[in-house]
Structure formats: C-alpha cells, structure tokens
C-alpha cells in the first residue's frame, strides 16, 4: 500500500509539473519582433522632421562674419539645462505658451510650428536685416523620452539628436523583458492641448509606418506587462491560499484513491 500511495503521489505532482509547463510556454507569434514575409519596407513612415513646441528650450548660436556684430546676439542665457546639449552653453530660449522666444534685438518671435530647418531659415531672414550673411545654429535642449513597464532600465532618456525611433527609445531602456506585450505597446503623446493615445504592434512590420514610429519630444512610451508576470506578482496572502488550496485537493485526491 505504501508504494502504490507513493506511486500515485508521484504521478500528480508530475502531472502539475506538465500542466504549468504548457501554460507557461509562450508562442513564438507573441514574441518575435517583425514578423512577415516581405524582404524590404516599401516606406518607413515618411520624412520625419521635429516640430518646435511650445515649452521646448531652444539653443540659438548667430555666427557671421564680423563677430563682433554677433556678439549681441549670443548673450549668455540664465536658463539651466540638463540635457545633451546643457554643456555648450550656448543661449537657451524657452518657447512660451504662444509659441514665441524673447531674441535679443529681435524681440518677440514666433518658432513653435516650424521645424528645425524652417526655423534656421526664418531666424536668417530675420537677422539679414541687422548682420551681413547670418548664420544660425538652432537646436532643442529638452528633447526626451520616457520610456515605463515591463523594459529593463525604465525612465527617462535625454537624446542628442532629433529623429529617434521607438525602437532606438526601447534600445536605450534594455528591450523589453520577457514578460512585456510585445504587440500593443503604447505611446502617449502631446498634440496640442490633447494626449492621444497610439498602439503599436512590434511582432508586424506594419511598426514601420506607424505615426509613432519616430518619436517627438516628450514622448511616453509604456510597455504592459503580459498575463503570466500579473498573475506573478499579485499578493503573498493569496499566493498562499491558492497554495493551501492546491495542497488540500492533493491530500483529498490521494486519500481517495488509497482507501
């Protein structure tokens, strides 16, 4: 009787071993990123080019020919800045709620909705009128990204350049872990005086021509986590019980079948 009651106990637990495996097992569809059988991207979501917003700091350099004509145009700015840029200190000008800075001489000028390019344009006709032959030297101090959930080193990422994509976001904070929704990965952006919401799905290639595919400044990208990771990290209090519980069927089952 002991060895049949051994033999019975033995064959559960492998049983539970099996079933825990199965669904444990993740189908290779919810993890592989870009998947389908085209073997080039036709177009990768268009020409991309960073939009002045209002809140952006802006360094604004005005070189020439005479220096000292320009001198008065590259006054140290009393702005502080932490990113990539912060160590050039350059003049720094907070675009405000209208979309204007304050330019030396200038005065009030309106940037917000321009690119980068139209802004260096514009700031040159403008400054034609003071200094022969300007020269203008514009970049976006403030340009970020956060990047939460169920990534390896989730925060918020200064960038030095303009043009990043969600997958460069998701490379700086160490990929997804292996518990992260890999095909509906949300990105909150700023539109406005709206946050849209947009889902992107990395197992396609339709990720490729997404509107989110590049990123803009102050984007929040958030990875849920996936069903298995919720159901790990609900409480100890009921981690237990469901463990009684289990125990408790077990010890009925085999009660059962060794009468």
């Known amino acids: 009787m002991k060895i049949h009651f051994n033999q019975i106990f033995i064959k559960l637990i492998f049983l539970i071993f099996i079933i825990g495996f199965i669904s444990s097992c993740v189908p290779r569809e919810r993890i ?6 085209s ?33 008065i145009f590259n006054q140290e700015s009393n702005i502080t800045t932490t990113g990539s840029n912060a160590s050039l200190n350059r003049p720094t000008y907070l675009v405000d709620a209208e979309g204007y800075i304050e330019f030396p001489v200038l005065g ?14 514009y700031m040159k006709g403008l400054l034609s009128q003071e200094i022969v032959d300007p020269g203008v030297a514009i970049s976006i101090d403030n340009y970020r990204v956060t990047v939460l959930g169920e990534v390896s080193r989730p925060g918020t990422y200064s960038l030095a350049h303009e043009k990043v994509t969600l997958l460069e976001a998701l490379g700086m904070a160490g990929d997804l872990t292996i518990n992260g929704v890999r095909d509906n990965v949300l990105v909150i952006r ?8 947009y889902r992107v799905d990395l197992t396609s290639e339709e990720v490729f021509t997404s509107p989110v595919f590049y990123l803009t400044q102050n984007d929040v990208v958030y ?18 019980s469901f463990g009684i519980s289990v125990a408790s069927f077990l010890i009925t089952i085999i009660t059962l079948l060794t009468r």
């Open 223 to 240: 990875v849920e986590p996936n069903q298995n990771k919720i159901n790990t990290s609900s409480n100890t209090i009921r981690d237990v």
């Open 39 to 71: 073997t080039t991207i036709e177009k990768i979501a268009g020409d991309y080019a960073a939009v002045i917003r209002p809140d952006d700091l802006l360094s604004i350099s005005v070189f020439g020919r005479n220096q000292e004509a320009t001198r």
């Open 108 to 121: 009030k000028v309106k940037l917000s909705g321009l690119t980068r390019n139209e802004a260096i344009q």
């Open 190 to 197: 700023e539109e406005g005086d709206e946050k849209n919401l």
């Open 32 to 37: 592989v990123y870009f998947q389908g059988d």
